[in-house]
């Protein structure tokens, strides 16, 4: 079981709108920062939000981060197929990472 | 441009020591803008974090694998390394190295059998 909750699923279909939640504690997401990471299938995590809202560089601003209290969302706009992954949450927690159990995205 | 390696057994006995590697290259290992660690994901399940190492040598690592695990750098190689012991079975998985949680290697996949 995770430290932090997440949907196991999410769909929409091309050009929607989705939102992921995540939940948490105060001593993870309540006190510290959040960020997401979306794996492709049979590839490596790629960071996608960090710092509960800040894109890298390269990464569309149709992907966006919020958080509020203990918990965070990510938005995803303009859904495309190319979008259909595996995202993950995660937060520093009292000297330790953790994270979301991952919600699978599928573009219907 | 940054990039991280793992390497090492892909078969490790149950109750034996699992050994890998992280070669970093394109940035220098001694930094003390980053840290160093790695996370595990087990076939078809989610991510678990097993540890990090600071530039100053402080280490922190999962509480529930912490009695088993060292993270160690070696900064004439530019490599850091994580050491699990007395492996199961459950930590079968693929072994990601990365630095500060953003750059992440391509995952090495490790399996624990007889």
């Known amino acids: 079981q995770s430290v932090l909750t997440q949907p196991p699923s999410a769909s929409g279909t091309p050009g929607q709108r989705v939102t992921i939640s995540c939940s948490g504690s105060s001593s993870n997401i309540g006190s510290n920062t959040v960020n997401w990471y979306q794996q492709l299938p049979g590839t490596a995590p790629k960071l996608l939000i960090y710092s509960n809202n800040q894109r890298p560089s390269g990464v569309p601003d149709r992907f966006s981060g919020s958080k509020s209290g203990t918990s965070a969302s990510l938005a995803i706009s303009g859904l495309q197929s190319e979008d259909e992954a595996d995202y993950y949450c995660?937060?520093?927690?009292?000297?330790?990472?953790?994270f979301g159990g991952g919600t699978k995205l599928t573009v219907l | 441009q940054l990039q991280l390696q793992e390497s090492g057994p892909g078969l490790v006995k149950p109750s034996e020591t699992l050994s890998l590697t992280c070669t970093v290259s394109?940035?220098?290992?001694?930094?003390?803008?980053?840290?160093w660690g790695w996370i595990r994901q087990p076939p078809g399940k989610g991510l678990e974090w097993i540890g990090s190492i600071y530039y100053s040598g402080s280490t922190y690592y999962n509480p529930s694998l912490k009695s088993r695990v060292t993270i160690s750098v070696d900064t004439s190689k530019n490599q850091f390394s994580l050491k699990l012991s007395s492996v199961t079975a459950a930590d079968t998985a693929v072994y990601y190295c990365a630095r500060t949680m953003i750059d992440w290697g391509q995952g090495t996949m490790v399996t624990v059998s007889s």
């Open positions: 995660a937060a520093w927690d009292d000297s330790h990472w953790v």
């Open positions: 394109g940035g220098s290992i001694s930094s003390s803008s980053y840290y």
